[in-house]
């Protein structure tokens, strides 16, 4: 996503959680997270420092990886939906949103299906 111009408010990547600030994108924390519900990505609404929107609303998301670790999923998966986030939060702001969610969709189908949840 960094490399995407998301802006990480964390820093960085040094730890399992990243709040990432969505100001420069023109979108809200609310409307990507219920975005990125419909393709299958968890993700949360969040404020960031000083953040103009109310807490309803916000400006940011936060994102953590052990959901994704417990699954198997390596720096590969981890870029793979790094770049489906992105896809998804450009779409908002696009013409072509419906399909650009549904190849989204798709992708996240694809991946978690190679990694199944574990059940006993």
Same mark, same amino acid.
């Given at each position: 996503m960094v490399k995407r111009g998301f802006k990480l408010v964390t820093g960085g990547t040094d730890t399992h959680l990243?709040?990432?600030? #969505?100001?420069?994108?023109?979108?809200? $924390?609310?409307? &990507?997270?219920?975005a990125l519900d419909s393709?299958?990505?968890?993700a949360? @609404?969040?404020?960031?420092?000083?953040?103009? #929107?109310?807490?309803?609303?916000t400006s $940011?998301?936060? &994102?953590?990886?052990?959901?994704?670790t417990t699954r198997g999923f390596?720096? @590969?998966?981890?870029?793979i939906i790094g770049n489906a986030i992105a896809d998804v939060a450009e779409a908002l702001n696009s013409p072509d949103k419906e399909?650009?969610?549904?190849?989204?969709?798709?992708?996240i189908?694809?991946?978690t299906a190679r990694f199944p949840i574990y059940k006993n």
């Open positions: 990243l709040l990432v600030d #969505l100001t420069t994108k023109g979108i809200s $924390g609310k409307e &990507l997270t219920d393709v299958h990505i968890t949360n @609404k969040n404020t960031i420092p000083f953040d103009p #929107l109310p807490p309803t609303i $940011g998301i936060r &994102l953590g990886t052990p959901a994704g390596g720096s @590969k998966e981890f870029e399909k650009i969610l549904a190849d989204v969709n798709e992708r189908l694809n991946l």
